[in-house]
């Protein structure tokens, strides 16, 4: 007989439609647990975006605990230019540059080159190598001077101007070699990669004294001479070694760039205070503020249930437009500290800046949003900038600021990477994940069951089939028995 390839062929009964309803209403077995695992990934997602949220918050935040108060407009100078940090002040400084720091530099004879860098300058030696060495003076922290020593091996085929510069260049030392060609002839030039005396070289040749009286500092030329910067600020004269000076004024980077003009007064370096910094920063702070209200607003947000539309046998359920983390305890607490901590009061009893609604910034009662008066922030910022920085930094310990305080709720919840501790949000996500991982695998379990159970349907169903197909082809042949009687 014939196998039978689809359900419902030999009973006549559409067994196929059945098994495909009994196995949606197995499936429906999953629905409390893919709606819990729904639910779980919901809530690490909305926690991670307001993680997001917070950290771009405490960028701000950070800024005015301290840099946004300490931003230094630097003059423009001719002999010089200036970099300052936060470790800078303002003021004023006289500076005068008498002399740029040079690297030293030196050359070999063109004429010795015999007219091509290619030739082979030193003496055959049956296999033996010669030695280049060069040395440098160089300055360590303590104020000593160290001997440092780049040694060069040649062969008798490695003597050629173009091989021994590549011989020193692959050393990767504190010197720099090139070939260069003159109407006498090829030079090879050796350049320090270190300005001033610090830098100053020494150069000659061991086992070779042929290739010595090439490269030997006794006999090349000096094209620059290793020279210390020197200057003077606010009448002390100073000599560095480099054009980058950044140990005379605390915070300040003098970059020397030519030479003060004799007969001229000392030119003037001033630093003064960059008041629009702290509007940027502050006008950052409130974007970033507002941000975070709104996601926050959305994730606790609560939609009451349409129970109109329901019929007398249907169940109200939870709204899908709640927000994923409507009820929870722990966003609950993050908001209260967050808005109390920006509606209180900071700095000098005294001062006429003591809150933010002092800056011009409002802050809706019902939604947390901040709106900024900027003209009203530019007349304080212009009035007392630092009652204004008071009122962020704080006077100490005893008096923390505005900015003090936000940071560490932020740093509560978002963590520290530099002391790596891991804050409340983490540990709260890593939680839900562990959930949600657990529901993955009941989820699994639950589907197995559900395809052991229509599996089993399958067969009886099939069996059906198999024993109606039978019963039919026995009352086919009893017909006909008893048609061919009659």
């Known amino acids: 007989m014939a196998s039978i390839s689809s359900l419902g062929i030999g009973s006549g009964l559409d067994t196929e439609t059945m098994l495909a309803q009994i196995k949606a209403g197995e499936q429906t077995r999953l629905s409390p647990y893919t709606a819990l695992q729904t639910s779980y990934k919901s809530k690490v997602s909305s926690w991670g975006q307001i993680s997001a949220a917070l950290s771009a918050l405490q960028k701000p935040t950070k800024s005015l605990t301290n840099d946004a108060f300490n931003t230094l407009k630097v003059s423009s100078n001719t002999a010089f230019t200036a970099t300052a940090t936060s470790d800078a002040r303002a003021d004023t400084h006289s500076v005068t540059v008498e002399k740029l720091a040079t690297a030293h530099k ?10 091509s860098q290619d030739t082979q300058l030193g003496e055959t030696t049956s296999g033996n190598s010669r030695t280049v060495t060069i040395t440098q003076t160089v300055k360590q922290e303590d104020g000593t001077d160290k001997q440092v020593t780049m040694e060069v091996e040649l062969k008798d085929d490695e003597t050629s101007l173009s091989q ?13 070699a090139s070939v260069q060609r003159t109407d006498d002839g090829y030079q090879l030039v050796l350049s320090s990669k270190t300005t ?21 500092s006794n006999v090349m030329d000096v094209v620059s001479k290793a ?44 630093l003064t205070q960059d008041t629009s910094a702290i509007k940027t ?5 409130v974007k970033a503020y507002n941000a975070l209200m709104t996601l926050t607003t959305n994730a606790s947000k609560y939609v009451p249930y349409d129970a109109s539309s329901i019929s007398d046998d249907q169940t109200a359920t939870t709204n899908a437009q709640n927000g994923a983390l409507m009820g929870d305890s722990t966003l609950r607490g993050m908001i209260s500290e967050v808005r109390s901590s920006v509606n209180g009061m900071y700095g000098e009893s005294d001062s006429d800046y003591s809150a933010l609604a002092d800056l011009g910034i409002k802050i809706d009662a019902a939604t947390g949003q901040m709106t900024l008066d900027e003209k009203k922030l530019d007349e304080a910022i212009a009035d007392n900038p630092n009652d204004v920085a008071s009122m962020f ?3 100490g310990e005893d008096v923390p600021g505005l900015a003090n305080t936000l940071n560490d709720i932020i740093t509560k919840y978002v963590g520290d990477t530099d002391t790596k501790t891991d804050g409340i949000i983490k540990t709260s996500t890593k939680t839900l994940t562990e959930q949600s991982e ?8 639950t589907q197995r069951l559900i395809d052991a159970s229509v ?32």
Request: hydrophobic residues 30%.
């Open 393 to 395: 930094t704080g006077k």
């Open 106 to 115: 030196i050359k070999t004879d063109a004429q010795k080159s015999q007219g």
């Open 438 to 445: 657990q529901m993955q695998k009941q989820i699994d379990k």
């Open 196 to 216: 001033g005396t610090d830098g100053e070289m020494t150069v000659s040749v061991s086992g070779d004294a042929k290739l010595d009286g090439v490269l030997n």
């Open 281 to 285: 920063t502050v006008q950052d702070f």
């Open 455 to 486: 599996e089993r349907y399958r067969v009886q169903f099939q069996n059906l089939d198999t024993t109606m197909s039978k019963l039919n082809s026995m009352s086919s042949q009893l017909s006909a028995i008893l048609t061919s009687l009659g």
């Open 227 to 270: 020279e210390d910067a020197k200057l003077t600020v606010d009448g002390s004269t100073y000599t560095r070694s480099s054009n980058n000076i950044s140990d005379i004024l605390d915070g300040i980077t003098l970059s020397l760039n030519a030479v003060s003009k004799q007969g001229e007064p000392a030119e003037q370096l001033t």
């Open 164 to 176: 021994i510069a590549k011989a020193i260049n692959r050393k990767d030392g504190g010197v720099s």
